[in-house]
Structures are given as structure tokens and as C-alpha cells.
């Protein structure tokens, strides 16, 4: 339902997920290393839920290690990951 959509512009590292709420999580050559990493790092534990799915692409990082990657794309560099 595309009422129940919210797209949200705002720093990575300081954006509050809810832990109540489904997370489908979009990131489009999303930032470098140290960011990246350091963003999935401040929401580990939160991120192993199963509430949350994570579709990368240009990822600058490597596999992470926590999430369950679901689908790989060598090609165009696509990977979507999933909570446990």
C-alpha cells in the first residue's frame, strides 16, 4: 500500500529505526567503507531482527556477516540481505 511508504532524507548515523515497524532498506551505492561499515555497525543488533531487508547495490563493503545474503547479482553488483 503505498500509503503505508515513507521515504526519509537524513544522515544514516543518526536516523532512529523502530523496532516496531518492517524495514525495506534501499541503498544505492550507498556511502564509503568506514561509513558504511560504521552505520551497519551503531545498528547491529537492531538490524538482526527480521524485520529488516537490505537491497545494495555498489556495496562498499563485504558480505555482512551478521545479516543472511538472500541474493547475489555479481554482475550489476546487487545483494539483498535479510535479518535473522
Known amino acids: 500500500d503505498a500509503n503505508n511508504i515513507d521515504f526519509i532524507k537524513e ?6 529505526f523502530d523496532s516496531n515497524k518492517k524495514y525495506l532498506v534501499f541503498m544505492f551505492n550507498p556511502f564509503k567503507k568506514d ?18 531487508n537490505f537491497v545494495i547495490v555498489n556495496s562498499p563493503s563485504n558480505k555482512i ?20
Do not use: C, H, P, V
Request: hydrophobic share 35%.
Open 35 to 52: 561509513y558504511f561499515d560504521r552505520f551497519f555497525y551503531i545498528n547491529k543488533d537492531l538490524f538482526k531482527k527480521s524485520n529488516f
Open 65 to 84: 556477516s551478521y545479516l543472511d545474503l538472500i541474493y547475489q547479482n555479481k554482475e550489476i553488483t546487487l545483494e539483498i540481505y535479510e535479518g535473522r
Open 11 to 16: 544522515d544514516a548515523l543518526n536516523y532512529k
